[in-house]
């Protein structure tokens, strides 16, 4: 057996080689996740899913009885926990007002009808449908809410889901050819090589929280809401990868009461952003999200959101094992 000079694999060698690593992961992160909820399949010009939904009252309705001979309908996914929900639930029961003629607009939540009720009066919307297991989502494969289709009289999916607030009054004022009001201006998305701005809040146990104390190494930074569906998908992911041993530290960033927090028993710090000042100095407006923060502060990935895009960035997020004496392929 040749024994290895440790001159090129000592430790000393191992800071440039994660440099390395780190500067691949970043790239490959970049390029092979979309920055925007993505789903499993194109819809565009399929035919929408069937479904059976339930209203506010226990009666049952089904996409073919929700569809008109002449008007095209907007489905749109909410859930009732969300923060960005209730932002779009305003223009919803507005639109059903005004634009109720020409568009025929459904909106499919999840949850009970004590809980729904409330927001259905409050926004004064016409038609809220609950499903009952999620099984609408996993069948239009959404990965973000709010999310919104557009289905025309013949069954057809005119586009692949929209996202949030501005995307979905983008899709109503292109469908009808109206001008939609703009969405109130959101912050504008951190990209890769900005500096990462500034982490202040406490952490479950009341104690103060700041980027700087986690400036040193790279970490892989995710936004979270307790109220989220989207997340609780990604909870047993999360789990899992903290218990590897070869990872980036995570730091989570949630919005929601610290007893549900506290639920989710994870072991990284949790910092709380129940205003959502910390998710909008970073331009996320939406849950789950992910990004790679470097050891020098910088932004180092493109932001992840949705489900799929964030599982994906936990999937790769995992650093080489680095051993003092590693024998030379020709060893």
């Known amino acids: 057996m040749q024994h290895v000079s440790p001159t090129n694999s000592s430790p000393a060698a191992a800071p440039a080689r994660l440099h390395t690593w780190f500067g691949g992961l970043a790239r490959r992160l970049t390029s092979a996740t979309p920055t925007t909820g993505e789903h499993r399949h194109s819809l565009a010009g399929t035919s929408a899913p069937p479904f059976t939904v339930t209203d506010l009252d226990g009666r049952q309705d089904t996409l073919t009885s929700l569809l008109d001979p002449v008007k095209p309908l907007l489905l749109v996914f909410t859930n009732p926990t969300c923060t960005s929900c209730h932002e779009a639930l305003g223009d919803i029961g507005g639109w059903q007002h005004v634009y109720g003629d020409r568009l025929d607009i459904a909106v499919i939540s999840t949850g009970e009808a004590t809980t729904n009720r409330p927001l259905a009066a409050e926004h004064g919307l016409q038609r809220l449908f609950l499903q009952r297991d999620r099984e609408l989502i996993k069948r239009y494969g959404l990965t973000m809410a709010p999310a919104a289709v557009m289905v025309q009289p013949d069954g057809r999916i005119t586009a692949d889901p929209h996202y949030g607030q501005a995307a979905i009054r983008q899709l109503v004022a292109g469908t009808l050819g109206v001008d939609v009001a703009p969405a109130p201006p959101e912050a504008q998305m951190v990209r890769r090589g ?64 610290i007893t549900a927090n506290q639920a989710l028993r994870l072991s990284s710090p949790i910092v709380i952003d129940e205003e959502r000042t910390i998710a909008q100095s970073y331009g996320i407006s939406g849950s789950p999200a992910a990004l790679l923060i470097g050891s020098g502060g910088l932004v180092a990935s493109a932001v992840a959101n949705g489900a799929q895009a964030v599982g994906a960035y936990i999937d790769r997020c995992h650093v080489p094992v680095i051993t003092p004496f590693e024998p030379r392929p020709d060893a």
């Open 194 to 257: 900005d500096p990462a701005p500034r982490i202040d809040g406490v952490d479950l146990n009341g104690k103060p929280v700041s980027l700087d104390d986690y400036l040193g190494s790279p970490f892989l930074l995710v936004f979270w809401d307790t109220g989220c569906g989207y997340c609780e998908q990604l909870l047993p992911r999360i789990r899992a990868f903290e218990y590897a041993t070869t990872r980036v530290p995570l730091i989570v960033v949630s919005k929601g009461p």
